[in-house]
C-alpha cells in the first residue's frame, strides 16, 4: 500500500509527463530501460559492487525529469524478487530434511546446530550484500536537501523488506528447529554450570558449612559473594559457548525473528527451569526447597541471559532515563545480580518472569500433593512454608481450594475411611492451613465439605471426645487403664492458643494509635471466596477447637457426650486415680466454661469423697470384720472398694438384677450399714452389675487371676457349688435372663474353663466345669498367670446409657406432639417443626433440643415406618 506522500509524488510525476516534449519522453525511457538493466545486473553480480557510470547516468537521468520516486520503488520491487529468489527460497530449502518434527529426536548431535549455522551465514551474507546494493543506488542517487531521513528510510523498508519475504513463506517446523537448537545448546551449558556448582558444593561439604554460612561468612568478613565467584569463573570458560549462541540469536533477529528467537529460547530456559523445580522439589516434604530453585535461578539461567544480553548490545543501564518504569528488585542489584553495577530492564524482566514461574510450578507441584503433605504434618512444615510464600507470590488460593477440596472428597470422604482418620486429617488440614492462611478465609472453604460429612456419621461426636481428652472414655472402660498416656489434643491446642496470645496483637483493642494507623493503610478486602458472615481477615481468628465443636452444631452435645465416656470411664475403674481425668476437666472448663462442665467435675468429686470415704469406714470398722476372725466362707472388707456417686448428676446408668454370693451380699449390707452411720440420713443403693472384681481361680495344677465384670463373678462362683448347671437353673440362681446368661457366660467358655453341650431340651443347655477347680479367692496372688477382661468388651455391654440412647429415651416424650402436629398439618419441614416444638412445648419438660437432635430422632421414627420424608418434608407412614 502507498502512502500518502508516495501517492502524491505519483500524481506529480505524471503532470511532468504531459508537459514533455517527444525528445524528452524518449530520453525518460532509454533512461529507464538502461536503469532497468543495469539493477538486474546488480542484484544479480556475483560480488562485484563497483557502481557502473552507466547506472549512475540513468538515475540522474530519470531524477533530472522528477522521477527519483520511480528510481526507488523499482529498485526496492527487484530487491524484494532478488531476495525471495537467491535468498529466502535457499535460506528454507536447509531445513527441508526436518519437515517431519518426529526426526528431530534422531538427528545426530550438533547436527542441526551445524544446519543453522550454514543456513544463516548464507542468508546473512546474500543480505549483506543486497545492503550493499541499496547502497550503491543512495549513492547513486544526486544530492538531495533531505537526503540523510532519505537513506533512513530506504534502509528501514529494505530490513521490513528482508522480514515480511521470510514471514510470508515461514514454514510450520521452523520454530521446532529453533526450539531443538536452543534446547541442545542451553543444556550443554546447563550441564556445565551444574559441575561447577557440584564442585563448590563439595567444597564447601569439606568446610562443614552449608552455602548460607558460607555467604554470611564472605559478606561479613569483606570477602568475595559466593555467586560472583560462580560469575567469575563460569564465563570466563564459556564465553565461547554462549557468543556461539548469541551469534545465532543476532542473526535471527536481523532477519525479523525477533519474537519467534525469544520464544524459543525462553521455552526451552522455562523447560528446564520446570525440570530443575521438580528434581529439588520431588516427593521429600521435610525441606525446603525454595531458596535452592531461586539460587538456582541466579547461578544458571540469569548468568546466560546476563552474558546473552550483553553480547547483543541490550544490557543498557536500568538508571538510565531511558529505562522506563523501574523494577523493586532494581533497588538491590549487588544482591540479585552478583557483578553487575546495576542490571538492565531487560534482565530485571527475565528475572521477575523466572522466578513468577519458578513459584507458580512449584506451588502447583505442592497443591497436587497437598493431601499427602497434610498426612505428614507437622513433618512437612518446610513444604507448606514454601507453598505459602508461593501462594503470596502468585495470589492463587482459588486453586489450592479447588484441588484440595476435590482430592479430600476422592480420598478421605468415603465410606473406607473411618470417622477417626477423617477426623484427624481435618485437625491437621487446619494447622497446615492456618500457616498459609492465618485470617482463616479459604479454611472456611476447605473445611466445609469434611464438616459436612462428618455431621452424618452417628460415631463423629465419640470420637471428637476420644480424640479432644486423649482416650478418656475410649479405653472401653478397661480398669488398668488410667488414662491417656501422652499429650491429648486438647492440651496441644491450649499450648497452641497461649503461645498464640503471647506472640499477636490483641484483636479486641489496639491502645496504640500509630499501631491503629498501621492497620488501617495496611487494609484488604477479603478474597471473593470468604464467607461474609464470618467477619473481616483483621478480625477473624482460626480456632481449631471452635472449628471442630463446629461440626456438631452444639457444644452441649459435646459436653453430654464427655460426661457418658467419663462415667462409663469411672464406674470401671478399680482404683481412685483420677489426676488424668481432673487435668482433662480443668483443660475442657477453660473452652467450655465452668457451668457446663459442672456435672463432670461433681462426678469426679464423687470418685474423691469415695476414697475418703471408703477409708474412714474401714479404719472404724469391727477388728472381725477386716480378715482375723471371719469364718470359711466369709469375705474380708479389706478387699472392697466402693464407688460412690451421686445419681441425680450422673448420667443414666444401667440398672439389671444381680444375684451376688451370699459372702458378699453380707459384706455389702455391712458396709451399707456402716456408710449410714457415718452419713446419716444417706443410705447406700448398691449397682451390683457395675464395677470390677479381682479373682484368683486355683486349679490342681495352677492360679490364675482374672479381672471382670460382676456377672462373670458371679457365674464362676456358682460353679464352686456343683461342677455342672444348666442354663435355666443358673440364670434363675443369678437373678439374669437366659440370654444374657448366654452372652456373659461366653467369656469361661473361651478361656477353656468352662465347656457348654446340650441338654435334654434343646434350649437348655448345660456348662460344666472343664478342669478341676479347688476354690474361688477374691484376693490377688502373687503367683500364676494374670487376664483381665474389661466389662462388656466382648458384647457391646455398657454400664452408662449411650447419649444416643439417653436422647430416643428424652425425645420420647415429644413424639406425641409430632405425630399430632402432622395430623393437623399434613406435612412439616424439619425447620418449622423445630420452632413449633419450641413455640407450644414450654410446659415440664420443655423442649430444648438442637435442630441436629430433633433430626436424629425423626430419622429414627423414618426407619420405625412411623414417619416418611419426601423432598425435604415429614409425613406420617400411611
Not at 477473624?540 to 452444631?553: A, E, N, Q, S, Y
Request: one cysteine or more.
Amino acid at each position: 500500500m502507498a502512502t500518502e506522500e508516495e501517492a502524491t509524488s505519483l500524481v506529480r510525476n505524471l503532470g511532468i509527463l504531459d508537459t514533455l516534449s517527444d525528445d524528452s519522453i524518449q530520453e525518460i525511457v532509454g533512461s529507464y530501460n538502461g536503469f532497468c538493466a543495469a539493477t538486474e545486473a546488480l542484484l544479480n553480480g556475483t560480488g562485484d559492487l563497483s557502481v557502473d557510470p552507466e547506472f549512475v547516468d540513468h538515475v540522474h537521468g530519470l531524477c533530472k525529469h522528477g522521477l527519483r520516486s520511480l528510481v526507488r520503488d523499482h529498485f526496492l520491487r527487484a530487491l524484494e524478487e532478488t531476495f525471495e529468489k537467491n535468498g529466502a527460497s535457499k535460506f528454507w530449502r536447509h531445513f527441508d530434511a526436518y519437515s517431519n518434527v518426529a526426526l528431530l529426536c534422531k538427528t545426530r548431535e550438533g547436527e542441526v546446530e551445524q544446519v543453522l549455522c550454514k543456513a544463516l551465514e548464507d542468508i546473512c551474507l546474500e543480505k549483506l550484500y543486497k545492503e550493499n546494493c541499496l547502497l550503491s543506488l543512495v549513492h547513486a542517487l544526486p544530492s538531495y536537501r533531505d537526503q540523510t531521513s532519505e537513506r533512513a528510510r530506504l534502509f528501514s523498508t529494505y530490513q521490513l523488506l528482508v522480514s515480511s519475504v521470510l514471514m510470508a513463506t515461514l514454514p510450520r517446523h521452523f520454530s521446532e528447529i529453533l526450539h531443538w537448537y536452543f534446547k541442545g545448546r542451553l543444556e550443554e551449558l546447563s550441564t556445565i554450570m551444574a559441575g561447577e556448582l557440584n564442585g563448590d558444593s563439595e567444597s564447601q561439604e569439606k568446610d562443614d558449612m552449608d552455602l548460607d554460612e558460607k555467604s554470611k561468612l564472605a559478606y561479613r568478613t569483606g570477602e568475595m559473594d559466593i555467586d560472583e565467584c560462580y560469575h567469575q569463573v563460569r564465563f570466563s570458560e564459556n564465553n565461547k559457548l554462549v557468543k556461539n549462541i548469541g551469534k545465532v540469536v543476532r542473526d535471527l533477529r536481523n532477519l525479523g525473528f525477533t519474537s519467534v528467537t525469544e520464544d524459543a529460547y525462553a521455552s526451552v530456559i522455562f523447560l528446564l527451569l520446570k525440570a530443575k523445580v521438580h528434581n529439588l522439589a520431588g516427593d521429600d516434604y521435610r525441606s525446603s526447597v525454595l531458596e535452592s530453585i531461586k539460587r538456582w535461578i541466579q547461578a544458571v539461567p540469569l548468568q546466560f541471559l546476563r552474558a546473552l544480553l550483553a553480547y547483543l548490545g541490550d544490557s543498557v543501564s536500568y538508571d538510565s532515563p531511558s529505562s522506563g518504569q523501574k523494577s523493586p528488585l532494581a533497588s538491590h542489584p549487588s544482591s540479585c545480580y552478583p557483578g553487575i553495577d546495576t542490571p538492565s530492564e531487560g534482565l530485571v524482566r527475565w528475572q521477575l518472569r523466572l522466578e513468577y514461574f519458578a513459584y507458580e510450578t512449584l506451588q502447583d507441584l505442592r497443591i497436587a500433593k497437598l493431601f499427602e503433605i497434610i498426612v505428614d504434618y507437622p513433618d512437612s512444615s518446610p513444604a507448606i512454608e514454601d507453598l505459602k510464600q508461593c501462594l503470596e507470590y502468585t495470589g492463587q488460593h482459588s486453586k489450592l481450594v479447588e484441588s484440595f477440596i476435590s482430592a479430600l472428597r476422592y480420598r478421605l470422604l468415603t465410606a473406607g475411611a473411618s470417622t477417626n482418620d477423617i477426623l484427624h486429617q481435618y485437625v491437621s488440614t487446619i494447622k497446615a492451613l492456618r500457616t498459609i492462611d492465618p485470617a482463616g478465609v479459604f479454611l472456611e472453604a476447605v473445611g466445609e465439605p469434611i464438616r459436612d460429612y462428618l455431621r452424618g456419621r452417628k460415631d463423629t461426636i465419640k470420637c471428637i471426645v476420644t480424640m479432644l481428652t486423649g482416650g478418656t472414655g475410649g479405653t472401653g472402660g478397661n480398669p488398668n487403664i488410667s488414662g491417656n498416656t501422652g499429650d491429648c489434643l486438647l492440651e496441644e491446642l491450649n499450648r497452641d492458643e497461649e503461645s498464640q496470645e503471647n506472640t499477636s496483637v490483641d484483636d479486641d483493642f489496639i491502645t496504640d494509635e500509630k499501631q491503629a494507623w498501621i492497620d488501617a493503610l495496611r487494609w484488604e478486602p477479603d478474597p471473593a471466596e470468604a464467607d461474609p458472615s464470618k467477619g473481616s481477615r483483621n478480625r477473624r481468628k482460626v480456632d481449631v477447637l471452635g472449628m471442630i465443636v463446629g461440626i456438631i452444631g452444639s457444644k452441649d452435645q459435646l459436653v453430654n457426650e464427655y460426661r457418658v465416656m467419663l462415667a462409663e470411664k469411672l464406674l470401671n475403674k478399680s482404683d481412685y486415680d483420677i489426676d488424668s481425668d481432673i487435668r482433662t476437666l480443668e483443660l475442657l472448663k477453660i473452652h467450655f466454661g465452668e457451668s457446663s462442665m459442672q456435672k463432670c467435675e461433681i462426678m469426679l468429686n464423687d470418685l474423691i469423697d469415695s476414697k475418703r470415704t471408703n477409708t474412714n469406714i474401714k479404719a472404724t470398722i469391727q477388728p472381725s470384720q477386716t480378715g482375723a476372725e471371719l469364718g470359711e466362707n466369709a469375705v474380708s472388707m479389706d478387699i472392697l472398694d466402693a464407688t460412690i456417686i451421686s445419681s441425680n448428676f450422673w448420667p443414666t446408668i444401667q440398672d439389671e438384677a444381680l444375684n451376688v454370693p451370699d459372702p458378699v451380699e453380707k459384706l455389702l449390707s455391712d458396709y451399707a450399714k456402716r456408710f449410714n452411720e457415718i452419713k446419716t440420713p444417706r443410705k447406700l443403693l448398691w449397682k451390683k452389675n457395675l464395677g470390677t472384681v479381682k479373682l484368683e481361680l486355683q486349679f490342681e495344677d495352677r492360679a490364675v487371676q482374672f479381672t471382670v465384670a460382676p456377672v462373670h463373678a458371679a457365674i464362676i462362683m456358682k460353679f464352686q457349688e456343683q461342677t455342672s448347671w444348666t442354663s435355666k437353673s443358673l440364670a434363675a440362681a443369678i437373678g439374669i435372663p437366659v440370654d444374657t446368661l448366654n452372652r456373659r457366660i461366653n467369656f469361661w467358655i473361651s478361656k477353656g474353663i468352662l465347656a457348654e453341650s446340650l441338654g435334654a431340651d434343646s434350649s437348655d443347655h448345660v456348662f460344666t466345669l472343664m478342669e478341676g477347680m479347688i476354690e474361688t479367692s477374691k484376693n490377688s496372688g502373687n503367683s500364676g498367670s494374670s487376664e483381665d477382661l474389661v466389662a462388656g468388651d466382648e458384647d457391646g455391654e455398657r454400664s452408662v446409657v449411650s447419649a444416643e440412647d439417653q436422647l430416643r429415651k428424652e425425645m420420647t416424650v415429644y413424639e406425641k406432639f409430632i405425630m399430632g402436629m402432622l395430623t393437623n398439618f399434613g406435612s412439616m419441614a424439619l425447620d418449622r417443626m423445630h420452632n413449633t416444638l419450641k413455640m407450644f412445648c414450654v410446659a415440664d419438660p420443655p423442649y430444648d433440643k438442637s435442630l441436629q437432635q430433633l433430626q436424629s430422632f425423626l430419622s429414627g421414627l423414618v426407619s420405625e415406618d412411623k414417619l416418611e420424608l419426601r423432598d425435604g418434608m415429614y409425613f406420617l407412614k400411611k
